[in-house]
């Protein structure tokens, strides 16, 4: 019998230091995380698990030697940021990044094993935007995709659906999947006229054999609840119903949060507890209720914790 | 800005003598809409389109026999006679702003482009569109374009570079445009996350920024 969540996280997710000033996604977030699920009435039912680091075998199926070797060496030389000053990085944050990228695959192996059926991976630095070869909006390996590429490799996953409520696009799961039939990327994000990283156009529904994969659901600024409640019901549970996944990674963000300012989205800390039941369901219906989600963004710390807390009551079916 | 490193070069062109089945296969295999029809020694003789192609064929309106009558006709009917042969060309030296003003007055799909008179290559609107895509940077992951209301205050370009640097905020596009509706506005492509911070930074150093 396993447990009614699995939470995967560790204290050394806070090591990845991004230089303090004001970078928004620092170790508060995890902390703000921790303690609005003590203080939940269901922190009883919560289980957690320290991830393993993933190992450079299942890295790179996600992303090129050639990143690595740069990104590694950049922290050895004591460097402060990679490529962009918002990718900001300490002496610890590849390390970091390996055991961020490694909660998906500790949560795979207990999905698999049937140790655990509803996982999630409260994890930092976030994974999203960083492509295959660099990195991009705080982001260095794309835990989502490392995910996806382990279940098809190691348990034959074929039809793999990743859907991302973050506010912003995930342009680095967009890239990794775009081209190929096995795996399907719907997010619902800020418009890309408004919103980072620029990408996520509403007509990009995938390339070649991966036509028909990707599902761009943008949102003008000042986007809400309501929208998002009317996507998921009437346009994103007819594809799944067509699509039937046979696995299910969530890229939770709470960054569209109406109080966060890293965008313009205005969603409400309940649509979060929404967004959890609805995604329960569609586990239910496809996966025997098996659903790994990990997390992205999310900068507000006064609404962050609460806002977590309620999707994991919605993942709980309460 | 040459259209030379746009357009596409040595591209497949046809003699005057084919016959449609055979131009209309050509046109399909490599999902192209506009062939350049050339003599032996590839200098430009006209244009066919798709869409001359698809006039020449019969109209599913027709009944069954008359459709055979048109298919029959088709098939011996050569490239020379449907072709449109009074074309607007292009040169290695236009321009993207050329083949713009050129579209747009024709209502064109691709233009051939000439060396004397010579065929070289091929230029679409897609190529057109591709080329300002890249210019202003369009879809370039990690940037967004932003609005600041340009007041007209001196100095105020210096003011808005001077801080983006300070601030060590990377920019790729700057556009001072005046606008008949919109009023006069300066165009930021901005490379940050932090577009909240940003927005800040403007409005603290006494800019407007235009917001969604
Ligand atoms: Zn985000």
């Known amino acids: 019998m396993s447990a009614p969540l699995t939470i995967i996280s560790d204290q050394r997710y806070l090591q990845h230091d991004t230089g303090g000033g004001e970078h928004p996604e620092i170790p508060a977030r995890l902390q703000a995380v921790s303690q609005a699920l003590e203080a939940s009435p269901y922190f009883s039912d919560l289980t957690f698990v320290p991830p393993h680091v993933a190992e450079r075998e299942w890295l790179v199926k996600a992303h090129t030697e050639d990143w690595l070797f740069r990104f590694e060496e950049a922290v050895l030389a004591g460097r402060t940021y990679i490529d962009h000053t918002d990718n900001q990085i300490c002496y610890d944050s590849y390390d970091i990044a390996c055991l961020s990228a490694g909660a998906g695959l500790t949560g795979i192996d207990l999905i698999e094993e049937e140790k655990a059926r509803n996982v999630f991976c409260l994890v930092r630095p976030p994974g999203h935007h960083a492509e295959h070869n660099i990195p991009f909006g705080f982001c260095f390996f794309n835990n989502c995709v490392v995910a996806a590429r382990y279940w098809q490799h190691c348990y034959g996953k074929k039809r793999i659906l990743i859907f991302d409520f973050d506010g912003h696009h995930g342009n680095g799961i967009q890239s990794a999947f775009e081209d190929e039939a096995a795996g399907y990327y719907i997010s619902i994000h800020e418009h890309p006229s408004f919103s980072y990283p620029g990408t996520g156009y509403g007509d990009e529904h995938g390339l070649g054999e991966g036509k028909g994969t990707i599902l761009n659901l943008p949102l003008s600024p000042g986007g809400g609840d309501d929208q998002v409640v009317k996507l998921l019901q009437e346009t994103i549970l007819p594809k799944l119903n067509e699509w039937q996944p046979d696995a299910i990674i969530i890229a939770a963000g709470f960054d569209a949060h109406r109080e966060d300012e890293m965008t313009g989205l205005h969603y409400s800390t309940e649509l979060y507890h929404t967004i959890g039941l609805v995604i329960r369901d569609w586990a239910e219906q496809f996966t025997e209720g098996r659903i790994l989600s990990i997390l992205e963004g999310g900068y507000e710390l006064s609404v962050l914790g609460d806002s977590v807390e309620a999707y994991v009551r919605g993942l709980l079916g309460k | ?212």
Not at chain 2, 1 to 23: D, F, K, N, Q, W
Not at chain 2, 91 to 102: K, R
Not at chain 2, 181 to 189: E, K, Q, V
């Open chain 2, 1 to 212: 800005m040459y259209i030379s490193r746009h357009m596409t070069g040595e591209p497949i062109t046809v003699s005057s003598a084919m016959l449609l089945p055979e131009a209309r296969a050509l046109l399909n295999d490599y999902q192209f809409r506009h062939l350049p029809v050339v003599d032996e020694n590839g200098i430009l003789l006209g244009m066919l389109t798709d869409r001359d192609l698809r006039s020449a064929y019969p109209s599913s309106v027709l009944s069954n026999s008359e459709r055979q009558l048109v298919y029959e006709k088709v098939e011996k009917t050569t490239v020379a006679e449907i072709m449109s042969t009074d074309c607007v060309t292009l040169g290695p030296n236009s321009t993207l702003d050329d083949a713009l003003f050129l579209f747009d007055r024709d209502q064109m799909g691709a233009l051939p482009v000439l060396d004397e008179e010579r065929v070289v290559g091929v230029f679409s609107i897609r190529d057109l569109t591709t080329a300002y895509k890249n210019l202003f940077g369009v879809g370039e992951k990690g940037s967004i374009l932003i609005g600041i209301v340009d007041d007209g205050s001196p100095g105020i370009m210096t003011r808005i570079v001077t801080l983006l640097e300070e601030q060590q905020i990377p920019f790729t596009r700057l556009l001072r445009i005046c606008g008949k509706s919109d009023g006069d506005t300066i165009y930021l492509r901005i490379n940050t996350f932090k577009i909240a911070k940003v927005y800040a930074l403007l409005e603290e150093e006494g800019l407007t920024v235009k917001r969604a």
